[in-house]
């Protein structure tokens, strides 16, 4: 482990709670080399049988490098625990986990899947969710998923000079990906209004009609206020309801 200092943001849990979050069951899965999975429970009453649907949580940063500039892996930020927990509070899996290379989220999607009856997914309802950053490594992710949530991303046709541009800059993994290649699963967009984060709303605000006239079943939740990050810097009623909206639709076609 690194002894840098953790960077203030690395602290910020979701500002949305619900209750019995705080007490979720964790369960950690070692897998690989240098690889740990972290799956937080949902409360199950006693003698239920059966899997439950799961949501992955895509890394699109190599946890060397984050160790470096924040101090910590990304699965133990209090954002990524925070929603974890939302979504184990809301009847699915919460699965994080941590990686050498960004790439490592397949191989962990490819485990889940294999071993899915031992760790009580349910293989056939799998989502994943990714943010900023995060988001081309998810949308690689998408083949095989049930659905899936972007947050303020930068939405990954990672063959985009914009998208190459900023994976330059914020050393975030940018998969090439043309919207053809995209499978026609459910898929949320949040859009942060007043995301300061250069030509981020510009990627969304012209894949979004794209992916409407290809007939991708796109749900768009736009929160005209709110800043990049918004779920963790932005304690506001909008904020909380997107953040509803987001769980919601991961029960609605996660069937939890």
Request: charged share 15%; glycine share 8%.
């Amino acid at each position: 482990m690194t002894d840098v200092k953790r960077h203030p943001m690395t602290l910020k849990p979701v500002v949305y709670t619900l209750p019995g979050m705080a007490d979720v069951a964790t369960r950690q899965v070692a897998y690989g080399d240098g690889v740990a999975i972290d799956l937080y429970l949902p409360p199950r009453p006693p003698g239920a049988t059966g899997r439950s649907a799961a949501v992955v949580f895509a890394i699109g940063y190599p946890d060397p490098g984050a160790e470096q500039v924040f101090g910590c892996k990304m699965k133990d930020m209090a954002s990524y625990v925070s929603w974890a927990r939302l979504v184990a509070a809301s009847g699915m899996i919460g699965v994080t986990y941590s990686n050498r290379v960004p790439d490592d989220a397949h191989a962990v999607v490819a485990h889940l899947r294999a071993n899915a009856a031992a760790l009580g997914i349910d293989e056939a309802r799998i989502a994943v969710w990714g943010c900023s950053g995060n988001s081309p490594l998810a949308m690689s992710l998408l083949e095989g998923m049930r659905c899936a949530v972007l947050c303020y991303p930068y939405i990954g046709l990672g063959n985009g000079p914009e998208i190459q541009q900023a994976a330059a800059t914020f050393h975030f993994a940018a998969p090439a990906m043309t919207l053809e290649q995209l499978p026609a699963i459910p898929l949320l967009v949040a859009r942060a209004g007043r995301d300061e984060m250069p030509g981020l709303n510009a990627l969304i605000d012209r894949f979004v009609p794209a992916a409407i006239a290809r007939g991708l079943p796109l749900t768009l939740v736009n929160h005209p206020t709110g800043p990049h990050s918004f779920d963790l810097v932005e304690d506001s009623p909008t904020t909380r309801a997107v953040v509803q909206q987001v769980l919601a639709f991961l029960q609605i076609h996660l069937g939890a």
